[in-house]
């Protein structure tokens, strides 16, 4: 069968190999997406000046500049989904990778199709899901509010007490809902995994404190108990009340 062509997303590779780029651009080119390539960040900036990409496949280990400072030279609040891409699979690697706002880590040699679904499920993670209620009208989708804040799960969008965009990395968003359809209920680490990264849990362990940590500040408010609670030896309470509307 052939495959289902989806030619209106573009992806990006960057990465100092010829031979991965080619072969990595052809595999994807194959299965219907428009494909730039890029050798290095000064490539790659041109590469996102010249056309809209809808996510990146970033190598960690270029020289020059590596992929871990390109992914911190991106803008979070515009930059499309990164991917990073490593021949070290260290967890360090993983959770540094993560906490600077990946929404994916690779290790290398990786089976092109574990490649292929990687893409597809944070694109459909960054689309707000499949089917059309991502492309709903914000007013006729449920929303879970609590004290103040809207959380929108399929337009992937929070806002703040006084109506502010908040800016959530995509696993920082996923741990959000977990605890907002959770709310008043300590959840382990394992059971946030489960709910937050399903079967692509493996390895993500550790980056559930850092990500926590990230969330929690950005939901922090002058004055105010924080909402997320730290339960000693047993995980997370989300220690709101919520109401989906």
Do not use: C
């Amino acid at each position: 069968m052939a495959p289902l062509l989806d030619l209106e997303t573009r992806i990006l590779i960057v990465d100092d190999d010829p031979g991965i780029r080619e072969l990595t651009a052809a595999f994807l080119t194959g299965h219907g997406y428009r494909v730039d390539v890029a050798a290095d960040g000064a490539a790659m900036r041109a590469a996102l000046d010249r056309a809209q990409v809808d996510l990146i496949v970033l190598d960690v280990m270029m020289p020059g500049e590596d992929g871990l400072t390109l992914l911190r030279t991106l803008d979070p609040a515009n930059a499309p989904p990164v991917i990073l891409h490593s021949a070290i699979g260290e967890d360090i690697d993983r959770i540094v990778g993560l906490e600077m706002g990946a929404d994916d880590y690779l290790a290398k040699p990786a089976n092109p199709r574990e490649l292929l679904a990687r893409i597809r499920s944070v694109l459909r993670r960054a689309r707000g899901g499949s089917g059309s209620g991502a492309n709903s009208p914000a007013a006729d989708r449920q929303l879970l509010r609590f004290g103040g804040w809207r959380l929108d799960p399929a337009g992937r969008q929070l806002f703040d007490p006084d109506d502010v965009l908040i800016n959530l990395s995509d696993g920082e968003f996923r741990l959000l809902i977990a605890l907002a359809e959770h709310p008043r209920r300590v959840l382990s680490r394992d059971q946030l995994l489960d709910l937050s990264r399903g079967v692509q849990a493996e390895h993500f362990d550790r980056a559930i404190d850092v990500q926590m940590s990230r969330l929690r500040r950005k939901l922090a408010r002058p004055g105010e108990a924080d909402m997320i609670r730290t339960v000693r030896n047993e995980g997370y309470l989300f220690s709101v009340d919520v109401v989906r509307r």
